[in-house]
Structure formats: structure tokens, C-alpha cells
């Protein structure tokens, strides 16, 4: 890396700078989502206060500027999930809008009665819901792929979901509740030797781990710009060329049109066919400029930090009296999910709240996900690019002095 360092790259997060409840601020939340650093609050309000403009409509030249800060922002997305062409990339709201639009445009189009998709036990409700709704208009079926006691995917019962009928399968790369790193690359061997496509949902991945979407063959990849240190309200659909092309528009309006009359529209080509309406310009702008950061710092040396954390933290909370961690994957991304005998989540998570840590309770958005191992709720903390091991022991020592129930 270009010299990553977790201590001073803190000093780049104005937010982290507050205490809160008479203690500094611990932000554990990373999975739910990151704080920004100011570079990436410095390039949306230069937008905003220099190149603010409507985009692709305009003669003139703030118009221009506008267009090649939200085109610049594309190109910037493409080298960062190693995609062929930046028309490949589909500014959307997020992953659950990325996630719907494939289901909804490319399901609809493809996935008929009787047909199958394939997600996992451990998906996030934004990767089942959208399925869910398209196999209750099309009479197909939804699989999910069983985990086990760990909260790894097994890969022979994967297998054997995958028929002639089978036409999509949709996993992600690291499970949002559990922290499970899944193995991609096998899953969409698997799935490609069969003709089946596969969606990755990169929305927990994106932060923490290089991801090349060329070299792993994914035919769909999602992310959601609020992950990894960009703004709320942006993300991306990767598509192949072909898949995208083939695809008819989702929904419909100005800028994806190339010719309107009451009896026909001839829609644009890519990205734009799947771009109606005017795009959260600045937050484009705002989701390049977190790449840029990330990549100053490098993937690579923030995946190693943060490896280092889990491997701090996670026998340290196993000394707690009464916690079970969910989750034990041999392959975790930086994420740990746990419960506490005696202890509700909400209990513990504010008790955390008035040492000053943010840590997540709740059923993070994958019930059957929890379900799996027998809970509803867990405590989560789940760790980013700013925190420090001394954030990991302001949480143990917090856990230890958690009242007696
Ligand atoms: N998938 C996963 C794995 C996630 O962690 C999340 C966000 N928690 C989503 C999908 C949905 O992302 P968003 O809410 O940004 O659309």
C-alpha cells in the first residue's frame, strides 16, 4: 500500500472527532454503514458550489462540467471493480435497487413457471425479497442453499440446487450478519459450468476486499456507495455488455430515451437505458471520490488491518462470560455478530451506547440468516478502515463490566 495507517487515516473522518455520551466516539457499525472521510464531503459541496448542473442536456458549461464529473465518476467505478467498459456500470440508488432491477428486468424477461433461483441461507433481505416478489408474479422457485453450524455455504447441497431449471443464482460475497467471506469463485464455476448466471452482491465485500469482476466471471455485480465511504443514495449495477444489452429498460422516462412518440420510444443505449430520470449527481461524484480514497490507501493493507482485528477481537469475546459468537467461518470479513445468556441485543447495544460505541442489535436485515442458528437478534460489531485496536479494547472492557442480569 501507499502507507495505510488505521491511526492516521482516522484523522481523515471529521465525524470521528465527538465524543459521545462523555466518551469518544467508537464507530462499530461499518457494516450498517461508513463514515466519510472529507474528501469525499469536500467533492460533493465543490459540486455543489461550483459545477452544479443538470447532466447530458446542455450546451452549456456548467452542463459540460456536471456530465464530466458524473461520466468521470463511472470510469472510476469501472477500474475499481476491474469492469471492461464504464457502460457496464449503472448508477443506482444502491444494492437493493441493483438487485430489483435484475430481477425485475432481467427475471421477468427470462425466469419463468417452474423455473429456479438460487440464493443462500445467509443472504441479506435485499437478496431475497426482490426473488421473492418475482417468483410469486412468475410461478418460479426460490432455493436457498443450506450453511453450516459455521455459517459457510455447502457447496455439494449448493450443488445439487443447481437443475436445467435453475436460471439465476444470486449469493453474496461476504454475509452482512455473519461476516462469512463466500467462496465466489467456486460458486460461479459451479454455476457457469451449467450455463447458469450468477449475481455477486458486493455490498458488504466492496470495503473490504480487491474485487475484479473480470476475473472472477461474475455476470452481475451490486454495491452500495454508502459502504465503502462514499454517500447514502448511490450504487451500482455491474452487468456483462451482453446480459445488459439483451435486457429490457426497467423503468422509463427522460434521459434513457433516444426518440419518444405516442405510439413508440426508441430507448438509448448503455448505461443509460437503465438510467431514467435525473441521477443523484453529486452523490456520484461523492461515491468517485471514496474510491479514489481506498485506492489511495489500498484494499489490500485495509484487508489486512482489519483481518488483524478479527483476529484480536474474537477470542477476547469468547472469554465473556456467557457470549456465543455467531458465525465462525474460517473466512470472515471483518464482522462479528453475538449474543450474550441473560442479555437482550438492545440490552447490550445500549450499554455500548453510553460508553460511546456504536455497535449494531437487531436481526441486521437476514432473518433467516439468525434463524439458522436458532436466535432473532445479535449484538454486531463490525469494523472499517479507521478503527484501531484500542477500539477493540474499549469494547471488550465494556463487555466485561455489562451488568449482571
Ligand atoms: N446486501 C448486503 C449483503 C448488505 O449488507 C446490504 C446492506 N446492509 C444490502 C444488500 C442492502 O444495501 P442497501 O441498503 O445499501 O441497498
Request: glycine letters at 8%.
Amino acid at each position: 500500500s501507499q502507507g495505510y495507517d488505521p491511526v492516521s487515516a482516522r484523522q481523515d473522518f471529521p465525524i470521528l472527532n465527538q465524543r459521545v455520551n462523555g466518551h469518544q466516539l467508537v464507530w462499530l457499525d461499518n457494516a450498517a454503514t461508513t463514515q466519510k472521510p472529507l474528501s469525499v464531503i469536500n467533492a460533493i459541496s465543490s459540486f455543489y458550489e461550483r459545477d452544479n448542473s443538470n447532466i447530458h442536456r446542455g450546451a452549456h458549461t456548467l452542463a459540460a462540467r456536471a456530465t464530466d464529473a458524473f461520466e468521470g465518476a463511472r470510469e472510476k467505478l469501472r477500474r475499481f471493480i476491474g469492469a471492461k467498459e464504464a457502460a457496464e456500470i449503472v448508477f443506482l440508488r444502491g444494492t437493493t435497487e441493483a438487485i430489483n432491477l435484475v430481477a425485475q428486468s432481467y427475471g421477468a424477461a427470462n425466469i419463468g413457471a417452474g423455473d429456479r433461483i438460487v440464493v443462500s441461507t445467509i443472504e441479506h433481505h435485499a437478496n431475497i425479497v426482490p426473488w421473492q416478489l418475482l417468483a410469486r408474479k412468475t410461478g418460479a422457485e426460490l432455493k436457498a442453499a443450506p450453511v453450516n453450524d459455521r455459517g459457510e455455504i455447502i457447496l455439494e447441497d449448493f450443488e445439487k440446487l443447481l437443475t436445467s431449471r435453475t436460471k439465476i443464482v444470486s449469493v453474496t460475497h461476504v454475509a452482512n450478519a455473519l461476516g462469512t467471506i463466500n467462496p465466489v469463485e467456486e460458486i460461479i464455476a459451479l454455476a457457469h459450468a451449467r450455463g447458469i448466471l450468477v449475481l455477486v452482491d458486493a455490498a458488504q465485500s466492496s470495503p473490504h476486499l480487491p474485487i475484479d469482476v473480470t476475473a472472477l466471471d461474475a455476470d452481475f455485480l451490486v454495491l452500495s456507495g454508502h459502504k465503502i465511504y462514499g454517500p447514502t443514495g448511490i450504487g451500482i449495477l455491474y452487468g456483462k455488455r451482453a446480459l445488459l444489452d439483451a435486457m429490457p429498460p426497467w423503468q422509463g422516462g427522460g434521459h434513457m430515451i433516444r426518440d419518444v412518440t405516442f405510439e413508440h420510444t426508441e430507448f438509448q443505449g448503455l448505461p443509460e437505458k437503465f438510467e431514467a430520470g435525473t441521477p443523484d449527481i453529486s452523490g456520484a461524484v461523492g461515491l468517485g471520490a471514496a474510491v479514489d480514497y481506498l485506492q489511495s490507501l489500498g484494499l489490500s493493507a485495509i484487508a489486512a488491518h482489519e483481518h488483524a482485528l478479527l483476529e484480536y477481537v474474537t477470542p477476547q469475546l469468547a472469554e465473556i462470560r456467557g457470549l456465543r459468537i455467531i458465525g465462525q467461518a474460517a473466512r470472515k470479513a471483518s464482522v462479528v455478530s453475538f449474543v450474550i445468556d441473560g442479555h437482550t441485543a438492545g440490552d447490550v447495544a445500549r450499554h455500548l451506547d453510553r460508553q460511546g460505541i456504536a455497535a449494531r442489535s437487531g436481526h441486521h436485515c437476514a432473518q433467516p440468516s439468525l434463524r439458522r442458528f436458532g436466535v432473532e437478534e445479535t449484538v454486531r460489531a463490525s469494523f472499517g478502515l479507521y478503527n484501531t485496536f484500542e477500539d477493540v479494547d474499549v469494547l471488550v472492557r465494556a463487555l466485561h463490566q455489562l451488568p449482571r442480569s
